[in-house]
């Protein structure tokens, strides 16, 4: 198994442009979700999925789009993105919603200028 | 709301115990998690807790659970410079769907 995967691990966007960070994860884990990550603040659970075609808003939903159209994979869009959107991302996935494990992706650094 | 705190930077001399303290709101919470986070990698659970738990020891990590006071320790025996690392705290809701981080603790190894 690979595991959670994310590509890209680095980019930087140019204020007001669009990109999709993409997750899979080869588990076959039902529920998926992507954070943030900032100094000082933890991680923010940005949304989240359940299942296919079900998503639901996290903390800080603000600036993202989700699609769920498969069980392996989870994009995040950001359809205008602004410097404040500068962060680590985390996609992370577990089994079911009840499960207590989580398992966490290698993270994409994202700068906007 | 749920909140998580920690405090941010801890530093301990190679051999000793490191305690890595934190504290939750949520009273309803079912598990309460530690997550290490090397430099440049993901998070990647250390170990976790059921709130029925008042302790739970795994290898060098012990995990104390106060309940009434809603805090939650790490502390972990034999200090060694591979486990500088940032650690983070979680509480996981009784609804399942979200899991509230701390902002990490910072641990620093000095040989």
């Known amino acids: 198994n690979a595991g959670v995967t994310q590509t890209p691990k680095f980019q930087v966007l140019k204020t007001g442009q669009s990109m999709t960070l993409q997750c899979a994860q080869d588990?076959?884990?039902?529920?998926m979700s992507w954070y943030r990550q900032d100094p000082g603040m933890g991680l923010r659970l940005i949304h989240y999925?359940?299942?296919?075609?079900?998503?639901d808003q996290g903390e800080v939903p603000n600036g993202y789009n989700v699609s769920r159209s498969t069980t392996e994979d989870f994009p995040l869009r950001l359809l205008s993105a602004a410097p404040s959107q500068t962060s680590v991302y985390f996609c992370?996935?577990?089994?079911?919603?009840?499960?207590?494990?989580?398992?966490f992706g290698p993270g994409t650094r994202l700068t906007v200028t | 709301g749920e909140d998580v705190e920690q405090s941010l930077f801890l530093s301990v001399r190679e051999g000793d115990s490191s305690v890595i303290n934190c504290t939750y709101t949520?009273?309803?919470?079912?598990?309460l998690y530690w997550y290490k986070q090397e430099p440049g990698a993901g998070l990647q659970l250390l170990t976790y807790?059921?709130?029925?738990?008042d302790m739970k020891q795994d290898q060098r990590l012990t995990v104390l659970l106060n309940k009434k006071d809603k805090h939650l320790s790490l502390r972990i025996a034999d200090t060694q410079t591979g486990d500088s690392a940032i650690y983070f705290c979680?509480?996981?809701?009784?609804?399942?769907?979200?899991?509230?981080f701390g902002p990490g603790t910072s641990l620093s190894v000095i040989p």
């Open positions: 807790i059921f709130s029925n738990m």
């Open positions: 979680a509480e996981r809701e009784t609804s399942y769907d979200k899991v509230i």
């Open positions: 949520d009273s309803s919470s079912t598990y």
């Open positions: 992370a996935s577990r089994p079911g919603l009840a499960a207590y494990e989580q398992y």
């Open positions: 999925s359940v299942g296919a075609g079900i998503t």
């Open positions: 588990m076959n884990h039902e529920y």
